[in-house]
């Protein structure tokens, strides 16, 4: 079975400090890898993805993420906080299970961030 | 396209009520997801559908829960009878068919069993 390890339920940066949100993965073949970001009282929205065409994916809102196999990461940054980027945030991978493609979420971390 | 719907928004319910929460996916999306998010348990993946059919129920937590997609455009999971520890925000969510393809969420309906 899959599983997705978030580090830290909980991360707290000063506005305009870096961001950085980890995420470590199980998988024996390539994956597919997914952060979210769920803001208070919504769903879940795609902030990046990854998907073999490079190992540095850019997303939404300045975020940014790093594929890599060796280390089986996938760390989402952003190099300046912003008071609107307090919210959870989700990794997810998505392997093929039985012919369709499955997606486990980590449990989460919720992003901190004060003047 | 409107994204996914759910309803209601919240429910609040009495122990014993049955419950029917209600989604419509994205048209064209070939899966359907229900998921329960806590704190205690954070987001629980209850089943999902691939055309209309359901592929995996592992997650369903007990027999009092069931889900449902007569067709594409149309979903309910149900809870009968409900429990207070039921309490939970519900998702939708549904996707097209590839593993890159992401998931879109609907907004949830917030579960309050009395």
């Known amino acids: 079975a899959q599983s997705v390890t978030q580090l830290g339920s909980h991360v707290s940066v000063s506005e305009g400090a870096l961001v950085l949100l980890r995420c470590n993965y199980s998988?024996?073949?390539?994956?597919?890898l997914f952060w979210y970001v769920q803001y208070p009282n919504q769903g879940l929205q795609l902030l990046l993805k990854?998907?073999?065409?490079?190992?540095l994916v850019k997303g939404i809102n300045g975020f940014e993420a790093e594929f890599k196999k060796s280390e089986t990461s996938f760390h989402l940054t952003k190099p300046s906080a912003h008071m609107s980027d307090a919210a959870e945030y989700f990794c997810?991978?998505?392997?093929?299970?039985?012919?369709?493609?499955?997606?486990?979420f980590g449990r989460g971390t919720s992003l901190i961030v004060h003047p | 396209d409107a994204g996914v719907i759910q309803s209601p928004r919240h429910e609040v319910t009495e122990m014993g009520q049955e419950v029917t929460l209600r989604c419509k996916p994205i048209?064209?999306?070939?899966?359907l997801f229900w998921y329960r998010q806590t704190m205690m348990r954070g987001l629980e993946l209850l089943i999902y559908?691939?055309?209309?059919?359901?592929?995996?129920d592992s997650g369903m937590p007990e027999d009092r829960f069931s889900a449902k997609m007569p067709n594409a455009s149309f979903s309910t999971l149900k809870i009968q009878p409900s429990e207070p520890r039921d309490s939970a925000v519900y998702f939708c969510?549904?996707?097209?068919?590839?593993?890159?393809?992401?998931?879109?969420f609907g907004p949830g309906t917030r579960l309050t069993v009395l």
């Open positions: 990854y998907t073999s065409a490079a190992t």
């Open positions: 969510a549904s996707s097209l068919s590839r593993g890159q393809d992401e998931q879109f």
């Open positions: 997810a991978v998505t392997t093929l299970v039985r012919g369709s493609y499955i997606p486990t």
């Open positions: 048209s064209g999306h070939d899966y």
């Open positions: 559908f691939n055309n209309n059919v359901p592929i995996d």
């Open positions: 998988s024996s073949v390539p994956p597919y």
